[in-house]
């Protein structure tokens, strides 16, 4: 696990495809990364306006946000890294 304070995001987005990609790269150079999906569809307790009026105005592939994290000390190595694959 990496501590909160020494993360550096690598990859933000909503495409699984790039975020599958991404993390490809970073294993194959076996840089160690987490991330984190967020999922904007709400939770279905009755508080949420989502759980009263649903989420039809959102389109299935902009309901999760991918997040990709790294070392800080291996953030220049992921970012040459994955510069060379942007047109991906």
Do not use: C
């Not at 759980?51 to 970012?79: C, P, T, W």
Request: charged share 30%; proline share 1%; hydrophobic share 35%.
């Amino acid at each position: 696990m990496i501590p909160f304070w020494r993360k550096a995001e690598v990859f933000t987005g909503y495409s699984i495809q790039r975020f599958n990609e991404v993390r490809d790269v970073l294993e194959a150079a076996k840089i160690k990364h987490e991330y984190k999906i967020v999922n904007h569809e709400g939770s279905q307790s009755a508080s949420t306006s989502r759980s009263r009026m649903g989420s039809g105005h959102i389109k299935s592939e902009y309901s999760n946000l991918y997040s990709i994290y790294v070392h800080v000390k291996d953030f220049d190595e992921a970012q040459r890294l994955l510069e060379g694959r942007r047109s991906i």
